[in-house]
């Protein structure tokens, strides 16, 4: 019989790989062997200020990036040659999450918890196959982004100050916040489903088909591969979500000998009803480099994004942002800082300005 093995994190803090989906990986503080059966536990905390000028005045925030929230994740897994089963559990521990708090709000501890994934899936020869709650084919379509600073900006531009209230000419309150005119578009998120994806093919490409509660189903198409000193990451996908008809997707490219990047981003919604298809589209350009600091890569990225009918018919929303991150490898830590700026208007009122700045960084173990 082949010995249990059970290894702790040193003080080092070298990071043991795992990942369910082959673009996320993770970092481990117990990982438990016995034969075919393997047992990991890790997670990740991620704090960050952000302070907030709404035009009239100014607020700083104690926060949970939304961008990558703070969890805790365990998976246990059987491999028997080319299957394998297994199942994850994955829980997200957000404290005043930067999606949440307001200027009327600064304190958000009330929905500390919530289930991210509690699933069962089987790999084999000829797909994978997974139920429960989980990623629909969809989820995080409209997201590929290899740039490296996807902590700081990325194609949700919202999630950094979501529940930001927005000023009218006057410098009063509105009714409106900065979530109801900057949505990405993703898919069907993280659901009741179930999901099949298809082994590669083409040289990098991988479909992928789900099921999920409230009809929400969906099909999505990626592609992971190399052309000369390029990484090219995309995908697409067509989503049934709760009150609309979704077409979404995003690629990103990376060149390997600069460290150059460039990602687009773009979706739009066919509404059951109001009359109108709200849309977004996003554009980035970064640089990654290794040379800058020892402690690990450092990327800088710039983006743009353009939304239209979002929350109002007629409404239109852009922002900016400029991001750094640093990686510091044998401390399994990135530290990142940057700023922000909303502006939108609708065919009545034409909003202050938001501007933003965000510093924070995100601990994996």
């Not at 100050?161 to 578009?185: K, M």
């Not at 083409?202 to 099909?219: H, K, M, P, Y």
């Amino acid at each position: 019989m082949t010995p249990l093995r059970i290894s702790f994190a040193k003080a080092t803090l070298a990071p043991l790989v795992v990942s369910l989906i082959p673009a996320v990986s993770q970092a481990q503080v117990i990982k438990v062997e016995d034969g075919g059966f393997t047992f990991t536990f890790g997670g990740q905390i991620n704090r960050a200020f952000l302070f907030a000028d709404d035009g009239v005045d100014s607020n700083a925030f104690f926060v949970d990036n939304d961008n990558s929230s703070t969890r805790l994740r365990a998976q246990a897994e059987y491999d028997f040659g080319d299957y394998a089963i297994g199942t994850v559990i994955e829980y997200e521990f957000e404290f005043s999450s930067s999606n949440s708090v307001s200027q009327l709000n600064s304190d958000i501890s009330s929905s500390v918890s919530n289930e991210r994934k509690f699933e069962i899936y089987a790999d084999t020869p000829y797909g994978s196959f997974a139920y429960g709650q989980g990623d629909s084919a969809s989820n995080g379509v409209s997201e590929v982004d290899l740039s490296g600073t996807a902590l700081g900006n990325y194609s949700d531009v919202g999630l950094i100050a979501g529940s930001q209230l927005l000023r009218d000419a006057g410098g009063a309150f509105t009714g409106n916040d900065i979530g109801d005119f900057f949505g990405n578009f993703d898919g069907n998120s993280r659901i009741e489903r179930f999901r099949y994806d298809t082994p590669e093919f083409l040289n990098g490409f991988t479909a992928s088909v789900s099921f999920g509660e409230d009809n929400r189903n969906d099909i999505a198409l990626r592609y992971n591969g190399t052309h000369g000193d390029f990484r090219v990451r995309a995908a697409v996908a067509y989503a049934e979500t709760l009150n609309a008809d979704r077409i979404s997707g995003s690629v990103s490219a990376f060149h390997t000998p600069t460290g150059l990047n460039v990602t687009f981003a773009s979706g739009s919604d066919d509404l059951d009803a109001g009359g109108r298809d709200p849309g977004f589209n996003y554009i980035k350009f970064g640089y990654q480099t290794k040379d800058l600091i020892k402690a690990g890569s450092t990327s800088f990225a710039i983006d743009y994004y353009d939304g239209q009918d979002q929350g109002v018919a007629g409404s239109s929303s852009e922002s900016i942002s400029l991001f750094a991150v640093q990686k510091v490898d044998k401390w399994n830590t990135e530290f990142y800082a940057g700023v922000r700026t909303y502006d939108v208007e609708t065919p009545t009122v034409d909003f202050q300005n938001l501007d933003v700045a965000f510093i924070g960084a995100r601990y994996r173990f």
